[in-house]
Each structure stands twice: as C-alpha cells, then as structure tokens.
C-alpha cells in the first residue's frame, strides 16, 4: 500500500458527460502527480500540482482540468467526454516539488471507461 | 523516435534466470526510474537514479550517464516478479515531468 488513495476504483459513463476523478496524497507528501494510462499511448503525464499551485503541465487537453486544495487532495475534471478517453488514471504523490529527483508513490488509479 | 526506449518489448524466462532491461534515453535528464505495473495495474516505484548504481534484494539498478543507458537486472528471477517494468525520465531543465518508456512485460514461468 503506498499510502496513496484514488476514488473511484471503476467509471462507466457515455460521451458528453463529466467525471470528477480523486487523490488523496501520502501523509506529508505537497505534491500531486496526474498521469494518464491508455492501451495505445502508454503512460502520459497530465498535470503537477505543488501545495496548492500548478506546478508543471504536460500533454493535458483543455476539456481536462485539475485543482489541489488546502488539505493536499487533487481531483482531475474530465468534461465532454471522448471515447479515446478510456484509459487508466493514476494519481502520485511526492514530499517535495522537484518530483523529477522525489520518488513519486502512486495510487491505484481510477479505470475510466466512456461509452 | 521516442525519448525514451526500451528493450526489449517482451521478455519470457525460467525461475532462476538472470535477467536484464535495458532503457536508452535520448535528453539530458536530472534523474532515471524505474516503475514496476503489476498484472492487477498497481504500479510501484523501484529505483531512483541520478548515477552510479542502486540494490533492492534481487533487484539492481545502473546508470550510465555518459551514454544515456540504464539497466534493471533482476537475479534469481521468480514467478512473482512477473510484471510489467517501465523506465520514466525526468528532464535536466528541472521540470517534474516524467517521460516514460513504453514499458518491458516480463513473465517468468516456474
């Protein structure tokens, strides 16, 4: 267990609709990690947030957005839902913002799956 | 090309073999790892590299920085280390974005 949680485990929704995927981070870990999983783009990096401010941004669609709020927990907005949008959803978390030298502890992911 | 390669793609061996991963990069980076996603999805961190060499039990990690190549060797190889074993690199420019390979899916059989 690494002390990351992801609610919730599975998601079943059509196209158009909007989800709203949850992380809570390790116990003292400021940073929250989004990373998308999909059978033909393997695994993508989203979007970083550090102790409440965006801190780095990847290959992010603008229908998809993120916050991390004052108690350290992140949700990912994913809105007009497509079906290649149908992948695994992993949240990590690190104790510091230099995530690329930070071990990064990951989450269970959420598995979406839009029909 | 991508920034990150692996090799090779699929990898089968015994119980009790030795085996090894090999992940090129083609960036300067400030940091390697190496993730393990087992069958049920979960994925794990194993390593952290910046140089040198790292030990877990049976697992060991290298890196060489001069040649943008790491290894993950696995000894003794068992039946649970079956999984899948992603490289990921983290960018010399000081961003926290991971780069990942596409991933090496090893099964060993007993």
């Known amino acids: 267990d690494s002390g990351v949680t992801q609610t919730p485990k599975h998601l079943i929704t059509a196209t158009g609709q909007r989800v709203t995927l949850r992380c809570s981070p390790r116990?003292?870990?400021?940073?929250v990690y989004w990373y998308q999983q999909s059978l033909d783009q393997g695994l993508q990096f989203l979007i970083q947030?550090?102790?409440?401010?965006?801190?780095a941004k990847g290959n992010i669609l603008e229908r998809f957005s993120a916050q991390q709020f004052p108690d350290l927990h992140s949700e990912l907005n994913l809105s007009s839902l497509e079906l290649g949008d149908s992948a695994l959803y992993f949240c990590?978390?690190?104790?510091?913002?230099?995530?690329?030298?930070?071990?990064?502890?990951f989450g269970p992911g959420t598995r979406l799956t839009v029909l | 090309k991508n920034e990150v390669e692996q090799s090779p793609q699929n990898l089968t061996a015994q119980e009790g073999e030795f085996i090894t991963i090999n992940c090129s990069y083609s960036?300067?980076?400030?940091?390697l790892h190496w993730l393990q996603q087992h069958p049920g999805g979960g994925i794990v961190s194993l390593f952290m590299?910046?140089?040198g060499k790292k030990k877990h039990g049976r697992l060991i990690a290298t890196i060489n920085i001069q040649e943008k190549h790491s290894s993950l060797h696995i000894t003794a190889s068992h039946p649970r280390d079956s999984a899948v074993y992603i490289c990921?690199?983290?960018?010399?420019?000081?961003?926290?974005?991971?780069?990942f390979g596409t991933g090496t899916r090893l099964q060993v059989f007993p």
């Open positions: 990590a978390s690190s104790v510091g913002g230099t995530g690329g030298t930070d071990t990064q502890y």
């Open positions: 116990s003292g870990d400021l940073s």
């Open positions: 947030y550090y102790n409440g401010e965006e801190r």
């Open positions: 960036v300067g980076i400030s940091a």
């Open positions: 590299l910046s140089s």
């Open positions: 990921a690199v983290s960018l010399f420019i000081g961003t926290d974005k991971l780069i």
